[in-house]
């Protein structure tokens, strides 16, 4: 494995939600309790598939924060959004979207859903080979 400079854990690898994503994750959890946060390390050129975040009563919104490596952050309907260490954002629930690494960089966030009423996550088709690769590489985003 290339080594891979972050503050937090790589964590073992994702294998409980392997069939959702293309490409080798990781997973390492940094909190536990009411919102648990997990340390989500993607290797060059994984992302997960598109998905929703459902919740009622303030739940169900995902927070991302990029701690190491570059990525992409997705909406569907928006334009992709490069995530550099320090990159943070907000999902709104109900919000169909994807996030993964930069064809050329490793890639890792933060990760957490808030709490409130019916949490639940809706895994649904792969970011195509065609779509991903019309990205620009690390090296072609501006910082």
């Known amino acids: 494995m290339n080594e891979f400079q972050q ?6 690898t994702n294998d409980a939600f392997a069939e959702y994503f293309t490409g080798q994750s990781y997973n390492a ?6 919102v648990p946060v997990n340390n989500i390390t993607f290797e060059p ?8 975040h459902h919740g009622s009563n ?13 990525g992409w952050y997705q909406a ?18 109900g919000t169909k979207h994807w996030h993964g690494a930069k064809a050329d960089s490793w890639f890792s966030h933060l990760a957490f859903i808030t709490t409130g009423d ?26």
């Open 7 to 12: 503050m937090f854990p790589l964590g073992e």
């Open 29 to 34: 959890p940094v909190a536990d309790g009411g």
């Open 45 to 52: 050129s994984c992302r997960n598939n598109w998905h929703i």
């Open 58 to 70: 303030g739940g169900g919104d995902q927070v991302l924060i990029c701690t190491a490596g570059s």
């Open 76 to 93: 569907e309907g928006e334009d992709p959004q490069s995530m550099e260490p320090g990159t943070a954002i907000r999902v709104p629930a």
């Open 118 to 143: 019916d949490v639940s996550n809706e895994w649904l088709e792969p970011v195509t080979d065609e779509a991903y690769a019309k990205l620009p590489s690390t090296k072609d985003v501006d910082r």
